[in-house]
């Protein structure tokens, strides 16, 4: 049986400059977890709340960061000796 998956329209759109921004404090914030609303304080510029989520849910999808109930937090790493270690590493 064929589903159709009707995609969401966005309200809110970011522009690429928006998830840079937001990208960027992410990476090079200081503390290990931030909160959404620290975010919006943190921004060079005012963001929609609901282009935020949608920023937030595309990081999140990219594995670039981890939401959970404390926070928000920068994961990506890109590193080459850990790209080699994790080839080299056993499979549990």
Known sequence: M????????????????T???VENLLKTM???VISMAEIK???PKKVNHNT???ILEYLEESNK???TMKGITWIHNT???????IARGLEL
């Open 19 to 21: 998830v840079l921004m």
């Open 30 to 32: 200081s503390e290990s």
């Open 2 to 17: 064929f589903v159709y998956k009707q995609e969401q329209k966005l309200e809110h759109s970011p522009t690429l400059n």
């Open 65 to 67: 960061i981890a939401v």
């Open 41 to 43: 304080k943190r921004l």
């Open 79 to 85: 590193s080459p000796n850990l790209k080699k270690a």
């Open 52 to 54: 935020l989520k949608v």
